[in-house]
């Protein structure tokens, strides 16, 4: 294996993983916020929704989101490498 594919599978592997780390922190952080700020200001304030329906309305939001998040991550998986491969050296 030539020192340009090595560094090219090395870039690649460390791409995937920030991309893995940047996918699994949306996949906490967005569906909370979502959450909360759903049931708080959305359901509760605006619609004047009780607190107890307003939790179950709150969680339809947070896994709509979940699922945005995980079609986002498979749609870039998908499309994440377009390059042609490299051709052997003579």
């Given at each position: 294996?030539?020192?340009?594919?090595?560094?090219?599978?090395?870039?690649?592997?460390?791409?995937?993983?920030?991309?893995?780390?940047?996918?699994?922190?949306?996949?906490?952080?967005?569906?909370?916020?979502?959450?909360f700020?759903?049931?708080?200001?959305?359901?509760?304030?605006?619609?004047?929704?009780?607190?107890?329906?307003?939790?179950?309305?709150?969680?339809i939001?947070?896994?709509?989101?979940?699922h945005?998040?995980?079609?986002?991550?498979?749609?870039?998986?998908?499309?994440?490498?377009?390059?042609?491969?490299?051709?052997?050296?003579?």
């Open positions: 294996m030539s020192d340009l594919q090595a560094m090219r599978m090395e870039d690649n592997s460390s791409a995937v993983l920030c991309r893995l780390l940047f996918y699994s922190i949306l996949m906490i952080v967005i569906p909370l916020v979502s959450y700020v759903s049931k708080a200001f959305v359901f509760e304030v605006l619609l004047g929704m009780t607190s107890s329906n307003s939790y179950f309305y709150a969680a939001v947070a896994i709509f989101t979940v945005i998040i995980l079609g986002l991550f498979v749609y870039v998986a998908w499309k994440e490498d377009t390059r042609p491969p490299l051709k052997k050296a003579d």
